[in-house]
């Protein structure tokens, strides 16, 4: 069984910066990993996306500020975060699809919490 374990966030003032890791357990093939978050009150939304060949995108709000990255032999990615502002608070989770036997799979981290305030 496969699980996404994610560490790191926390609370930083604003300007400050945080860095998240998410692992996936198992052995797996990963196509695309992403960080999604959720705000009080808000819909879950895409942060950054990472495709197997390194090809990244990012949601317009983090652009410049945010850096997704992965490691294919270990199944794991980053999300260094910079520059946080109050609006970047939020439960972010970990996102990842894979392909077993030809059958396209979709795993969701737990979720960690980042907290950006004075």
């Known amino acids: 069984q496969v699980q996404l374990v994610e560490s790191g966030g926390g609370s930083v003032q604003p300007g400050g910066s945080l860095g998240l890791s998410c692992a996936a357990t198992?052995?797996?093939?990963?196509?695309?990993m992403a960080w999604y978050r959720q705000a009080p009150g808000k819909e879950r939304e895409s942060v950054a996306e990472?495709?197997?060949?390194?090809?990244?995108s990012y949601a317009d709000s983090v652009k410049g500020r945010f850096t997704i990255s992965r490691d294919n032999v270990m199944n794991t990615m980053w999300l260094r975060m910079n520059n946080l502002k109050p609006e970047d608070t939020a439960v972010y989770y970990c996102?990842?699809?894979?392909?077993?036997?030809?059958?396209?799979?979709?795993?969701w981290g737990r979720g960690t919490q980042v907290t950006v305030a004075s």
């Open positions: 996102h990842m699809q894979a392909v077993r036997r030809g059958s396209p799979l979709t795993y």
């Open positions: 198992g052995t797996i093939y990963i196509t695309n």
């Open positions: 990472i495709t197997r060949d390194g090809d990244t």
